[in-house]
């Protein structure tokens, strides 16, 4: 297989390999803009590999709106990151409830 793909990458015969389209999982980084939220924003959210995830970062502090997405993914306190549905609250920044 290994030499198909080599061929097939250097333009030889195409029909022996087909890249395979990967959907990309969606992740979303909330936080509020204080010290430890930034800090994990830059340590965390950016280390998640770009090839695996897209992903969006929202700021609660500028972005109000979407306070009541962040609660009903089950998002508590910021900073917090959600992958696939599951929410991984990272140190302790603020509740959700103080930026109401």
């Known amino acids: 297989m290994q030499k198909d793909?080599?061929?097939a990458e250097a333009g030889g015969d195409s029909s022996?390999?087909?890249p395979q389209h990967i959907m990309k999982s969606k992740a979303v980084f909330y936080h509020a803009g204080c010290p430890v939220c930034v800090s994990a924003e830059q340590g965390l959210a950016g280390?998640?590999?770009?090839?695996?995830y897209e992903v969006e970062i929202v700021h609660l502090g500028e972005s109000?709106?979407?306070l009541n997405e962040a609660e009903a993914a089950g998002v508590k306190s910021v900073p917090a990151l959600v992958?696939?549905?599951q929410v991984f609250h990272i140190n302790h920044g603020?509740?959700?409830s103080?930026?109401?």
């Open 5 to 7: 793909r080599n061929e």
């Open 16 to 18: 022996t390999y087909e």
């Open 47 to 52: 280390a998640l590999d770009g090839s695996r």
């Open 64 to 66: 109000r709106s979407r």
């Open 83 to 85: 992958v696939e549905g």
């Open 94 to 96: 603020a509740d959700l």
């Open 98 to 100: 103080a930026l109401k």
